[in-house]
């Protein structure tokens, strides 16, 4: 099994349930959650080796942040602490024709405030096949668009395969500053999970009518030829609790595209992208054929609308069965 670098923050996320929004709750739903930290979980849960670098706040919540990630088999040897807080996020959930609401707290965390890399970058990378990070680190600061360059090259410069998930988060950054960040660190990406809206409205490639996303990947294969393989879901919302969901991935100038699922009902769609992220890195990493890996990382994103929390809770084996079961797909 390989073995792998996530780095970005972890948060506690305060949840309402359904049916009560926050200004009214009398009592939240704890998880802990984050672009990178969800993809670490993924692959651990599929049996590889994780360290996930990042830093919490040292007291009870950074306690339970390592807790959290150790409990999935997720190595925190790269987890640094220091007195401050941790970020935080709200969720209300959607329901019906309302959307999820996300409200974040994190300004000031402790990993929002590092402006140097505080790792030893030969131990973190010594030996790692995939180091991930997401556009989410970056746009909490300046500093965080500079290290996570920094990062990259120093990823690279040891042979190490570099992921990236855009992950655009509208909270967080413009679209200015992301396409911005994007077109620096794009050239040390080896795999990309970025989609025809990426393409669009942070790189500025034109939009074409009819012209489905192996035009927006050729355009991006173009700017970014080192970028071995791009991967991206698409999303047709039906209601916030019934979505239909499709991966693709273009790898070696050829476009392969999953089955279509209905996901119906959605119990909480929130880390739906990392669990696709988490199942593409994993086909590419144990040499899945394109087709089965595409199919794996779908039906990966899929399972994960159906379960509470922000990362993936199924096995290879789960995994495989419902990708192989006829019961979510939408038949064509
Ligand atoms: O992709 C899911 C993440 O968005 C969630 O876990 C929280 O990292 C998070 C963020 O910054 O929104």
């Given at each position: 099994?390989?073995?792998?670098?996530?780095?970005?923050?972890?948060?506690m996320?305060?949840s309402?349930?359904?049916?009560t929004?926050?200004?009214?709750?009398?009592?939240?739903?704890?998880?802990?959650?984050?672009?990178?930290?969800?993809?670490a979980?993924?692959?651990?849960?599929?049996?590889?080796?994780?360290?996930?670098?990042?830093?919490?706040?040292?007291?009870a919540?950074?306690q339970?942040?390592?807790?959290?990630?150790?409990?999935?088999g997720?190595?925190?040897?790269?987890?640094?602490?220091?007195?401050?807080?941790?970020?935080t996020?709200?969720?209300?959930?959607?329901?019906?024709?309302?959307?999820?609401?996300?409200?974040?707290?994190?300004?000031?965390?402790v990993?929002?405030?590092?402006n140097e890399?505080?790792?030893?970058?030969?131990?973190?990378?010594?030996?790692v096949?995939?180091?991930?990070?997401?556009?989410i680190?970056?746009?909490?600061?300046?500093?965080w668009?500079?290290?996570?360059?920094?990062?990259?090259?120093?990823a690279?410069?040891?042979?190490?395969?570099?992921?990236?998930?855009?992950?655009y988060r509208?909270?967080?950054?413009?679209?200015?500053?992301?396409?911005?960040?994007?077109?620096?660190?794009?050239?040390?990406?080896?795999?990309?999970?970025?989609?025809?809206?990426?393409?669009?409205?942070l790189?500025?490639?034109?939009?074409?009518?009819?012209?489905?996303?192996?035009?927006?990947?050729?355009?991006?294969?173009?700017?970014?030829?080192?970028?071995?393989?791009?991967?991206?879901?698409?999303?047709?919302?039906?209601?916030?609790?019934?979505?239909?969901?499709?991966?693709?991935?273009?790898?070696?100038?050829?476009?392969?595209?999953?089955?279509?699922y209905?996901?119906?009902?959605?119990?909480?769609?929130?880390?739906?992208?990392?669990?696709?992220?988490?199942?593409?890195?994993?086909?590419?990493?144990?040499?899945?054929?394109?087709?089965?890996?595409?199919?794996?990382a779908t039906?990966?994103?899929?399972?994960k609308h159906f379960?509470?929390g922000?990362?993936?809770?199924?096995?290879?084996?789960?995994?495989r069965?419902?990708?192989?079961?006829d019961?979510?797909?939408?038949?064509?």
């Open positions: 099994m390989a073995r792998i670098v996530c780095l970005g923050e972890i948060m996320r305060l309402a349930e359904v049916g929004r926050l200004n009214q709750a009398s009592q939240l739903d704890v998880f802990y959650g984050g672009g990178e930290a969800n993809v979980v993924s692959l651990a849960n599929y049996g590889h080796h994780v360290q996930y670098a990042s830093k919490v706040a040292d007291n919540f950074g339970a942040v390592e807790r959290h990630l150790r409990s999935y997720v190595a925190t040897d790269f987890l640094l602490k220091e007195p401050g807080r941790l970020g996020y709200y969720v209300e959930q959607g329901i019906g024709q309302k959307a999820t609401k996300v409200v974040y707290d994190r300004q000031g965390s990993f929002a405030l590092m890399l505080e790792w030893n970058l030969t131990e973190l990378f010594a030996e096949d995939v180091f991930h990070v997401s556009g680190t970056p746009a909490l600061s300046e500093d668009c500079q290290l996570t360059i920094q990062l990259m090259q120093a690279k410069a040891v042979g190490c395969k570099v992921s990236f998930d855009s992950n509208q909270t967080l950054w413009t679209q200015q500053a992301a396409g911005a960040f994007l077109r620096k660190a794009l050239p040390y990406v080896d795999y990309c999970s970025a989609g025809h809206m990426d393409a669009i409205h790189l500025g490639i034109q939009e074409e009518a009819e012209a489905d996303v192996t035009h927006y990947y050729q355009a991006m294969q173009k700017l970014f030829p080192n970028i071995e393989v791009f991967f991206s879901t698409k999303r047709t919302v039906h209601s916030t609790s019934v979505n239909e969901l499709q991966g693709n991935l273009w790898i070696k100038g050829q476009c392969y595209t999953s089955k279509n209905a996901i119906d009902p959605i119990v909480d769609r929130i880390g739906g992208g990392d669990a696709f992220t988490g199942g593409m890195l994993h086909g590419l990493l144990t040499a899945m054929n394109p087709q089965e890996a595409i199919e794996f039906a990966a994103a899929v399972l379960v509470k922000d990362c993936n809770q199924y096995s290879e084996e789960e995994v069965q419902f990708m192989n079961s019961s979510a797909k939408i038949s064509r």
